[in-house]
């Protein structure tokens, strides 16, 4: 409907474009692109807060500074139990950092892309043909000593102001990159702020000291940790 179509978001966008171009973008390409977006976004989104959470409780210095930085962002609000505003997520600088590493740890194998011209890979004479279907390792890049160091370490710092500008391009893609980046990646980053915010704000945790340092993520799941999390949750006394 005109409500819908008003929305300056993605959902506004393809109903505009349908109302515009049914020929192009017809009820039910819009309908399974829709069903799509809110299937890739819910299922990896919610298990890469996992994996943060994860990374959080086994390292407990991270839970401290991150706590202490969401209790001084929200204790500053006229209602520390309101709704989170643009400005309060872009107050929480060092959640960032902790959501961009788990990220870069916890990430998928590998991204598929099709060559849509040839290329030759520079310092080489190997030549991709246009038409080749590619994969892109981006867990290895991402975890790859030759650019990270103690690349197997949690450590939120690598995307400090002061250090991101040393990450090399290329290898720190977890939504992709260029024209073909996921539709996601504000989406997922706004609803991961918002639900790690409103976790470490209101409860601690026991019984991480049983999981494993090192975080091993299970075959059944896209990036799930391998049996789940197990932890105990203990409502904090605001």
């Known amino acids: 409907d005109s409500e819908v179509s008003d929305r300056k978001d993605i959902l506004g966008t393809l109903v505009k474009t349908h109302k515009e171009h049914p020929e192009d973008m017809t009820k039910h390409i819009l309908s399974k692109t829709a069903l799509q977006f809110m299937a890739d976004g819910y299922t990896t989104t919610a298990e890469q807060i996992i994996c943060t959470l994860y990374f959080i409780v086994v390292n407990h210095n991270v839970e401290e500074k991150l706590r202490e930085e969401i209790d001084r962002v929200l204790d500053a609000k006229e209602d520390p139990n309101g709704d989170l505003t643009e400005d309060d997520i872009n107050e929480l600088k060092y959640l960032d950092m902790v959501f961009k590493e788990s990220m870069r740890i916890a990430a998928f194998g590998g991204l598929p892309r099709y060559c849509t011209k040839s290329w030759k890979i520079p310092g080489s004479d190997f030549l991709i043909q246009k038409g080749t279907t590619i994969v892109i390792p981006v867990s290895s890049l991402q975890k790859d000593p030759e650019y990270w160091d103690e690349p197997e370490e949690f450590i939120p710092e690598r995307f400090s102001e002061e250090?991101?500008?040393?990450?090399?391009?290329?290898?720190?893609?977890?939504?992709?990159q260029g024209p073909r980046i996921c539709l996601g990646n504000s989406y997922a980053r706004i609803l991961a702020t918002v639900m790690m915010t409103h976790i470490i704000r209101n409860f601690t945790f026991e019984g991480q000291e049983k999981l494993p340092r090192k975080l091993k993520c299970g075959p059944e799941s896209f990036l799930g940790p391998e049996g789940g999390l197990s932890i105990k949750f203990k409502k904090r006394d605001l």
């Open 163 to 176: 250090n991101k500008g040393k990450i090399r391009s290329g290898t720190f893609f977890p939504f992709g």
